[in-house]
């Protein structure tokens, strides 16, 4: 099982947006409303901030979106806050009965 | 408040064996698949392993199929990864992970395993 594709890095000022893309294949991200995105800060373990492609968990604020188009989903941060600058990674549920991760972006806040 | 501890971690020689487990809490353990994610340091997080809520059905990974075990004891409330047969490429931060809704959520704290001679 390939890795998701997603970019290395994206940047952006306070208070602007950004969007993350996350390219699979028919056997995940095309094939199933599986996706997921997670947030990791430094020495942090991960955490979820979108689920089933556009859910998000209690806690987590409304400026964190999630779309899919296709292969590609697509995490949107709106409003950028200095508090979001982290790694992000999308996975996706697969038609193995496994999970694949992307290869993570860095998320710097100008 | 929903908790997952792992332990076990530590150096291990080449070809050598490890167990990690993962104690949980807060939560029916039982009623939820679990599992593993590994982070080598300065990459990111790569899928490891699976387990149904009752344990009957487990997935692996193509790179660690044949040589990790994934378990679970649902009296004890603890996942286990039986790791056998370690490279220098597994040396990674292991992450337990409990699957809600096809996401996994929360993750433990994560457990070093460093393989090296």
């Known amino acids: 099982q390939s890795a998701l594709t997603q970019p290395a890095s994206v940047s952006g000022s306070p208070g602007q947006s950004i969007t993350i893309s996350c390219t699979g294949t028919?056997?995940?991200?095309?094939?199933?409303?599986?996706v997921s995105w997670y947030q990791q800060h430094p020495v942090k373990a991960p955490k979820v901030v979108i689920f089933?492609?556009?859910n998000r968990p209690s806690g987590v604020p409304d400026r964190f979106s999630g779309s899919k188009s296709g292969n590609t989903a697509s995490l949107t941060i709106s409003g950028l806050q200095a508090e979001d600058e982290a790694d992000y990674y999308c996975?996706?549920?697969?038609?193995?009965?496994?999970?694949?991760f992307g290869g993570g972006t860095t998320l710097t806040v100008l | 408040e929903v908790q997952l501890v792992e332990s076990g971690g530590g150096l291990v020689q080449p070809g050598g064996s490890l167990r990690l487990s993962c104690a949980a809490s807060?939560?029916?353990?039982?009623?939820?698949?679990m599992y593993w994610v590994r982070q080598a340091p300065g990459k990111g997080l790569v899928w490891v392993s699976c387990?149904?809520?009752?344990?009957?059905?487990?997935n692996y990974a193509g790179s660690v199929k044949g040589r990790f075990t994934i378990s679970r004891d649902n009296a004890k409330n603890t996942l286990y990864l039986q790791m056998n047969s370690l490279r220098a490429e597994d040396t990674a931060v292991y992450y337990c992970?409990?699957?809600?809704?096809?996401?996994?959520?929360?993750w433990g704290q994560g457990a070093l395993v460093t393989v090296s001679s």
């Open positions: 089933e492609v556009s």
């Open positions: 992970a409990r699957v809600t809704r096809y996401s996994g959520s929360p």
């Open positions: 387990i149904s809520s009752d344990g009957s059905i487990t």
């Open positions: 028919s056997s995940d991200v095309g094939g199933y409303n599986y």
């Open positions: 807060g939560f029916t353990f039982s009623g939820h698949w």
């Open positions: 996975s996706s549920y697969t038609s193995s009965d496994t999970w694949v």
